[in-house]
Every structure is written in structure tokens, then in C-alpha cells.
């Protein structure tokens, strides 16, 4: 990936965040809720969509374009907001960007890891992340970091309709209910007091989740902590826009799509809890 920013970071460039579809939205929704100063440029691949089927090489190919693409906007920090290309692509894009890049791996593990009473914590993601173990080795370091005095047990299991469902709109369908009872069963009999929503896209679903599961298990959307990852690097990295005089701007919200914009708009106003009113489609075989 060609290293397009400069060696200075203005703290008034946007931060960008990408995904592979609509579910980085979620992100994206609590980043504008904590950080009212910050500018955003947005990139779902729906195109492409979804990742998880996809090859390890695909899906490094995939992200590594989308980071192109937000580098060519100018961003000061990549997040990516997709549990896929977190699992395969991150620390490649950490190697060869000049810009902090954050994942959302980490700060759900670590969330999993504080809320849970019995150490039997549960997974559920797109097949290529369960595949990877990323999340199994992301839980045990986290325990070895928090709690040293709990065993953890972690339990996955692979839920590949439940991207096609939230990109729907499907949320609280019947089918989903359905398709949940059958994907989540297993979980169930293990003993999982904490599910790990493995997928930015499944805190769409979370209603026909948290039925199927009992209000007994603990459901963690790693939104809230992503958002407080990037909190803490733009602080650390001196690249926070404050809102000062200094950082005068102003602030904007760009969408950029790899598919349908009408469709983008439609359903991305709903993931993000507020009109879209511009997208924009951009040809992201161009970034290579």
C-alpha cells in the first residue's frame, strides 16, 4: 500500500472508517455520538460484500484497497470497522499505513473478558473470523491481562445468513428468529453466560439474539469499546481535533459506497440511527 500521507497529521483531517458493508455503521453511530468534533469518511464495500466467505488473500486484497481509498481522502486514522478484515488484514495495514489503524478484535475480547462470571464466553461471526481463532487468542490474552484467576473457555460458532439478514433489513424477522435458533443452540448448551457479537453487523439482530439466548447472557457489542480505543490513540497520538480556535472547521460526514448509493442511503440511515442524505459510489478496483 503506497504510504499517501503526509509526515505531518493535521488534527482537522477526518478519521475513516470502512467495512464491508453496512455494518460498520454501528461503529460509526457511537463515534459520532463521542467524538461531535471529529470529521468521518465512510466506506462500505457492499459491492463485495460479505467478506467472510472469502479467501485470506481476498480479504487482505479487499482491505488493503479500502485503506487506499480513505488514505486518498486524506484520513488521519483508518478504523476497521469489520471483524473479517480485523482477523486477517490488520496488522498489515498497521505495517504500512502512516496513520494509526484501529481494529475491533481487541477491545470486544477485552469487554467479554471483564463481563463475564463464569469464564465460558461465546462467539458468534462470519465464517472466515471463526475460522481464523482470532478471537480465541485474543480472550486468553485479554484473561491473562485482567483476570490471570479465571479460566476462560471460549465457544464458537459461525453465523454466515446473519450478514445477509442486517444488510436486509431483516432485523426482527421471523426468519431471523429462525435463523438464530438454529445457529445458537449449541452455545446455549455449553454454558455461556457472555456472547460476543463478532460482526459489526449483529448488533442489527440483537433482539432476535438476546431472545434466543435468555436475558441471563451477557451480549457484547464492542462498538462502545472500538470508539474508546479511538478515543485513546487520537489522544495519544496528538491528533485529537478539540474544537479549539485552533482546529477551527467544519465538521462533515462523507458516505462512500462500492455498490447501490439509493440502496446505501436507505438502509445505512437505518443502521446509523439518522438520515443519509449524500453517497457516493467509487469504483474501488481503481485502489490497488
Known amino acids: ?49 460479505p467478506y467472510g466467505t472469502k479467501s485470506r488473500e481476498t480479504i487482505i486484497h479487499f482491505a488493503e484497497q479500502d485503506a487506499e481509498f ?17 482477523s486477517f488484514a490488520y496488522e498489515h495495514l498497521k505495517t504500512m499505513s502512516r496513520v494509526p489503524v484501529v481494529e475491533v478484535i481487541t477491545p470486544g475480547a477485552m ?43 471460549v465457544f464458537s460458532a459461525a453465523c454466515p445468513l446473519f450478514v445477509g439478514l442486517a444488510e436486509e433489513g431483516w432485523w426482527d424477522d421471523e426468519i431471523t428468529h429462525l435463523t ?18 463478532g460482526c459489526t ?22 462498538a462502545g469499546e472500538v470508539v474508546s480505543k479511538v478515543i485513546e490513540t487520537l489522544e495519544s497520538s496528538g491528533i485529537a481535533n478539540t474544537g479549539d480556535e485552533s482546529d477551527a472547521q467544519t465538521v462533515f460526514h462523507e458516505f462512500f459506497t462500492s455498490d447501490s448509493e439509493e440502496k446505501f442511503k436507505a438502509l445505512g440511515s437505518s443502521f446509523l440511527g439518522k438520515e443519509i442524505e449524500n453517497a457516493r459510489k467509487t469504483d474501488i478496483e481503481r485502489f490497488n
Open 111 to 153: 469487554a467479554a473478558v471483564r463481563a463475564t462470571r463464569n469464564g465460558k464466553i461465546g462467539v458468534i461471526g462470519t465464517l472466515a473470523t471463526v475460522s481464523s481463532n482470532v478471537y480465541d487468542r485474543a480472550l486468553n490474552d485479554s484473561a491473562r491481562a485482567l483476570r490471570p484467576d479465571m479460566e476462560i473457555e
Open 1 to 49: 500500500m503506497s504510504k499517501v500521507i503526509a509526515e505531518s497529521i493535521d488534527r482537522a483531517d477526518p478519521i475513516g472508517v470502512f467495512d464491508s458493508g453496512l455494518g460498520g455503521l454501528t461503529v460509526l453511530k457511537e463515534m459520532l455520538l463521542r467524538l461531535p468534533n471529529e470529521s468521518t469518511v465512510y466506506f462500505g464495500d457492499s459491492g463485495r460484500s
Open 180 to 197: 438464530a435458533r438454529r445457529y445458537l443452540d449449541p452455545l446455549i448448551s455449553s454454558g455461556v453466560d457472555t456472547l460476543v457479537l
Open 201 to 222: 453487523h449483529y448488533p442489527l439482530l440483537k433482539n432476535a439474539i438476546s431472545e434466543v439466548m435468555g436475558k441471563k447472557v451477557k451480549l457484547i457489542d464492542s
Open 70 to 86: 480513505l488514505l486518498s481522502k486524506g484520513v488521519k486514522m483508518i478504523v476497521i470497522a469489520c471483524n473479517t478484515a480485523s
